[in-house]
């Protein structure tokens, strides 16, 4: 039983070797992982009912991530490209959700900047591009993004911010905070915690919920294909080779349309992606399939 969770993946060469060793369950099987798109974004959009936040899941010409990239480099949206993009989200806007300031914040895309060697779109060095914005120091890029910081939360995402103050004075006030799954969690707990649990909290439980649906369902259609287990938003399965179009079908509605019926306050839209290996093909051969 080893643990899925943290087998490496930031690390190319270490987490191709550790991947090879993952095989399905027999010569007949396929690898795969379906994976919840954004599902911790579309749980505390369902919860904190901020118009923005529920407009960019919604709306697929928006791009939140990119948006917030191009606030912290000063770049256009055909300037960001996908590192940039990748470091906007993973540096500031995840961060930022979870309850990280500008101080914190800073220091580390700074360092991202050199570390993944980021250009803008049209080939100019990112901190060749800041410096032409006269941002030239980690002490003028930190205040840079106390600005972004400051936009992010009282403009772009008011509402959710006016949630997380209002969430926490009712925690300090009775002692515990109850999630929209119908569970409730006591006792002490930093800010951050009191925040986060509802969001990430839920997004586990529809996991969860779709995870159980999907297993009762292998079980009764008395199908070959198994699910192996779960990591953070996904599902793990060893497919048949002959059912997995039929139980990838499937599993999107149960994840996807099946759970609105059981939760009806979910107010977006939630994904599915999969990836699947060739028969008889390891956890590392695992590439990007259409459901």
Known sequence: GPNFQNQPVRDPIAGGIVREAFLPLDENHQFGEVDYSGIEVASNACINRDPNLIAYICDPSKDMHRDVAGECFILEPKQVGKMVRYVGKNGFTFPSFYGSYYEQIAPAIWNAIDEHKLKTEDGIPLKQHLASKKIKSLRDFTEHIQKVEKIFWKVRFKKYDEWKQNF????????????????????????NEVTNYPGQGTA???????????????????????????????????????????????????????????????????????????????WNDKKGIKI
């Open 168 to 191: 926490y004075k009712l925690y300090l006030k009775q002692g515990y905070i109850d999630i929209p799954t119908g569970f409730r969690c006591w006792g002490p707990m930093r800010r």
């Open 204 to 282: 586990f439980h529809f996991l969860l919920w779709s995870l159980i649906q999907i297993h009762r369902w292998l079980k009764v259609n008395e199908m070959e294909t198994k699910i192996l287990g779960q990591i953070h938003d996904s599902i793990v399965f060893s497919f048949h080779k002959d059912e997995l179009r039929t139980v990838l079908k499937k599993v999107e509605q149960v994840m996807c349309r099946d759970i609105l019926k059981r939760f009806p306050w979910i107010c977006v839209p939630l994904k599915v992606e999969a990836e699947v290996a060739p028969v008889g093909g390891t």
